[in-house]
């Protein structure tokens, strides 16, 4: 087809310049140049001159932390790379032969950063997501063999995670995660999740960026490198691999990204900004933090290290071309030269570590793998019930299914019980003060990445003695309660942004108001008052809080529920959302929230808002009756239909309902939980039906 | 002063029908594109010496002024709205194409593709990187391919 775009050089604009010239600009002036917010970007908005190249000299002199590194020879260099149509993870020779795609993402994601493993056999490497209409999704850590066979996903949110970086055992990655971004540590098989630093500031939408941080680990693996986020100046942290004694490495004016430490530890590459933030290029600094020097005149970022330290990978605009290109060049700064044969764009180079023992490069195309999109469910079937006694909050998290069940109804009191999903098998009984009754089910317990936490009332002898926070230590299976300021809490608990979110009055019925907890500190972080006689479930993104308001006549709620957003420590009111269908109705259940979209459910339809605005982005014809949730493969399902009894899987993409479970009306279905290949459905008489997705 | 207002003239002649257009096609509403156009223009002369690169600057300006007043407007109220100019049909044709494709894969498309607007440009308007332009550029050229297809088949 001819460009269909040229007919609009059939129209011709009408003359203004009269108008123009009279006319008073409106106060608000759009900026000329957006902040650079990722790293992309910031290569993009090189200024293309690699003319008069004078490189200093870098001087490898003072110690810090070095160590004697083994004999290690420099293998092929993994990239990102769009070949037009998509990005993909590749690897090639550095001489630019035996260019390979390893990776088979789809058009709505993003293969990005990777990292070799020490032993040069495995990567990991982002995905990064996309919803259909082009707003970014989650990103999320993949490892893949070298030749890109055997892709296995290792991180699962919550939030984005990126930057990986294997620790010289292997047995570890560093990674970046959440808003605002934090340094993690998550074993190379996926297990031992925990938080480095404990990062609060940036900017908002700085971090929201997926990118920066680029934690870089010190050979003798005691230290982490890393830049956090900031707007006006990024400067280089170190902190302890235990995550002691964070402390600053490199203050300068601009900003300080991308640091990667040599592999004989003297020294540490980064990219910085030059102090008029706009002349980005590769630098070195001593590993004390002394000596700062820039390596080479050229506009670069994104350095990355030869395993023998000899040389240094980075990517720069190819001259006179707005596309991103890899370049090589000596560990001085001098013989730059461009890897030659690559995608019309190359960035985040990786190199792999080779030693005598390590597999040679594949030499052929690998196999064709797997993309991380959810594959279609053929068959589902009703498989095992299990008996776990009257029970309400239900979650999957790490690995396990995790319901609670009431152990004491006079002290409301639980015990967690935590289930391996392929088995049915009851791995632990935790007992907890805390019991979120709910007649809809399934709230009140959430993940941070870390902990599972669950929230509840403590009860004395006179009655509700306190708000609590349970938390429960799946590394252990050891729980502790963490008393809140509130008299009673609500059933609702959230997980956003890096922190709890619940609600809670002093009384029963008084001061309503949204708590927001650091998980860290367990703290009180913030509260926001609700003015509102009836209300309920509490929904957080991106750090909007909206709640349900209820209506009530004569002891009764009405049928007109609105999703109200408020405004953080005032309580005044944002946004409205009506919460009733054409008929009046409202649902039975309250909205949840993930990746970016507000669910909520009216009599007749599922609702997907936008959570700054509550603009209804879309409409689907879905009768959710009982619980529902949003999982990360973008489709919802839901207990469904007048008696909750049908379990749906709706595809936001498609708009249409792609699985249907008929369950047993009795005993009810109250909660449903997504576990990998099945879903598990709580019913009102304390059973767990497992349901087996193929 | 004189120089810097002729100059801008100069840029407003050399790029008037090609900038107007592209947001033609972005909005759908030749109004709002006059509009972002004008707008986009004053703010360049209140602004002298200050904008070193008018050209890039204008297209980044009037396509974020734009974006500002769809906003405003939301897209249902834009669709069909009743313009005081009328546009040769298969102009018409096409912008009622573009406005069925999201807006952020609409605006990559017309700035990149129609306008030769440098991808980095793009991602400054958009607020993304060049990764996510190229996405956006990939999937709106794909569905306006078929949109078009499509409407010429029935």
Redesign the interface.
């Known amino acids: 087809m001819d460009d269909p775009l040229r007919v609009l050089d059939l129209a011709d604009a009408p003359e203004q310049w009269e108008d123009i010239e009279r006319r008073v600009p409106r106060p608000t002036m759009p900026t000329s140049s957006s902040p650079w917010r990722r790293t992309l970007t910031v290569v993009v908005a090189l200024t293309v001159a690699i003319a008069g190249l004078s490189f200093a000299v870098s001087t490898f002199t003072s110690g810090g932390g070095s160590m004697p590194t083994a004999t290690v020879a420099n293998g092929r260099i993994a990239f990102s790379g769009f070949d037009g149509t998509s990005w993909q993870i590749y690897s090639v020779e550095p001489d630019g032969t035996g260019l390979t795609q390893l990776t088979h993402v789809s058009d709505l994601e993003f293969g990005g950063e990777s990292a070799w493993s020490p032993d040069g056999k495995r990567i990991a490497y982002v995905v990064q997501g996309f919803h259909e209409d082009g707003r970014t999704d989650r990103s999320d850590l993949w490892v893949m063999n070298a030749d890109g066979s055997d892709p296995r996903q290792l991180t699962d949110g919550p939030g984005s995670s990126w930057s990986p970086a294997w620790s010289p055992d292997g047995t570890k990655i560093a990674f970046a995660r959440g808003e605002p971004a934090n340094v993690y540590v998550i074993g190379a098989d996926g297990s031992g999740l925990r938080r480095l630093t404990s990062l609060t500031a940036g900017d908002e939408s700085a971090s929201r960026a997926s990118m920066g941080l680029n934690p870089s680990w010190s050979p003798d693996g005691s230290q982490i490198v890393f830049a956090p986020d900031g707007e006006v100046e990024k400067d280089l942290y170190v902190v302890n691999a235990d995550g002691s004694d964070e402390s600053i490495l490199l203050h300068m004016p601009g900003w300080q990204i991308e640091p990667a430490w040599s592999p004989d530890g003297r020294s540490i590459l980064f990219t910085s900004s030059g102090p008029d933030g706009a002349d980005f290029g590769i630098y070195a600094v001593d590993a004390d933090g002394t000596n700062p020097h820039r390596l080479s005149d050229q506009p670069a970022a994104q350095p990355a290290w030869s395993p023998d330290g000899g040389q240094i990978a980075f990517t720069a605009l190819r001259p006179g071309s707005d596309h991103a290109a890899l370049y090589v060049m000596n560990a001085d700064g001098t013989d730059v030269h461009e890897i030659p044969g690559l995608p019309v764009e190359a960035t985040f180079p990786s190199w792999q570590p080779l030693s005598e023992e390590s597999n040679p490069a594949p030499s052929s195309l690998p196999t064709p793998i797997e993309t991380p999109t959810p594959s279609p469910i053929s068959t589902a079937e009703i498989g095992q019930t299990i008996d776990v006694g009257q029970a309400s909050a239900l979650l999957y998290a790490d690995g396990s299914l995790w319901v609670d069940v009431l152990r004491d109804a006079a002290t409301s009191a639980g015990t967690v019980l935590r289930i391996d999903p392929s088995s049915g098998e009851i791995q632990a009984r935790i007992a907890v003060e805390a019991y979120p009754a709910s007649e809809h089910g399934g709230s009140g317990m959430v993940f941070d990445g870390r902990y599972l936490w669950i929230v509840g009332i403590r009860w004395s002898t006179d009655g509700p003695a306190g708000g609590i926070l349970q938390r429960i230590d799946p590394g252990t299976n050891r729980a502790e309660t963490i008393d809140l300021p509130v008299g009673v809490t609500d059933v609702d608990l959230v997980f956003d942004n890096g922190f709890l979110w619940t609600t809670g009055t002093s009384s029963p019925g008084k001061d309503p108001r949204v708590l927001q907890i650091d998980p860290v500190t367990g703290e009180v972080v913030s509260e926001t008052p609700i003015d509102a006689q009836w209300w309920g479930g509490l929904v957080v993104e991106d750090g909007a809080i909206w709640i349900m308001e209820m209506s009530v006549r004569n002891s009764t709620v009405q049928g007109d529920a609105t999703l109200v957003r408020l405004e953080p420590g005032t309580g005044s009111v944002l946004a409205r959302v009506s919460a009733v269908d054409e008929d009046g109705v409202m649902a039975s259940t309250m909205p949840v929230a993930s990746e970016g979209v507000i669910w909520l459910p009216t009599g007749g339809e599922l609702l997907a808002l936008d959570p700054q605005t509550g603009e209804v982005l879309a409409r689907f014809d879905l009768a959710v009756g009982g619980d529902f949730e949003s999982v990360p493969d973008g489709s919802v399902w839901c207990l469904c239909g007048f008696g909750w009894n049908e379990l749906q899987r709706l595809d936001p993409a498609s708009g249409k309902v792609d699985v249907s479970v008929h369950l047993d009306r009795k005993p009810i279905p109250i909660a449903m939980v997504k576990a990998p290949g099945s879903i598990w459905v709580l019913t009102y008489e304390g059973t767990l039906t497992r349901v087996v997705l193929k | 002063m004189k120089d810097q ?1 002729s100059e801008v ?1 100069r840029t ?1 002649r050399e790029q ?2 090609r ?4 947001l ?2 972005f909005t759908g509403d ?1 109004d709002v ?2 509009d972002a ?7 360049l ?3 002298g010496a200050e ?1 070193r ?1 008018p050209d ?2 204008v297209w ?2 009037a396509f ?2 734009a974006a ?1 007043e769809m906003g405003r407007r939301r897209t249902s109220e834009l669709e069909g709205t009743e313009s005081s ?1 009328e ?2 049909e ?2 018409d ?2 912008v009622r194409a573009l406005a069925v494709i ?4 609409r605006l990559a ?2 700035l990149h ?2 306008a030769d607007r ?3 440009e793009v ?3 958009l ?6 332009v ?3 550029l ?2 709106g050229r794909k569905r ?2 078929k949109l ?2 499509e409407q010429s088949d029935g």
């Open positions: 207002r003239e407003y008037k029908n900038l107007w257009r592209a033609l096609a030749p594109a006059g156009l004008a707008e986009a223009f004053a703010q002369i209140a602004r904008v690169s890039a600057w980044t300006a974020r002024i500002g100019c546009l040769p298969p102009v044709h096409l999201p807006r952020a894969q498309v017309v593709d129609y440098p991808t980095d991602a400054a308007v607020g993304v990187t060049r990764a996510t190229h996405v956006h990939s999937r306006l391919r078009l297809g």
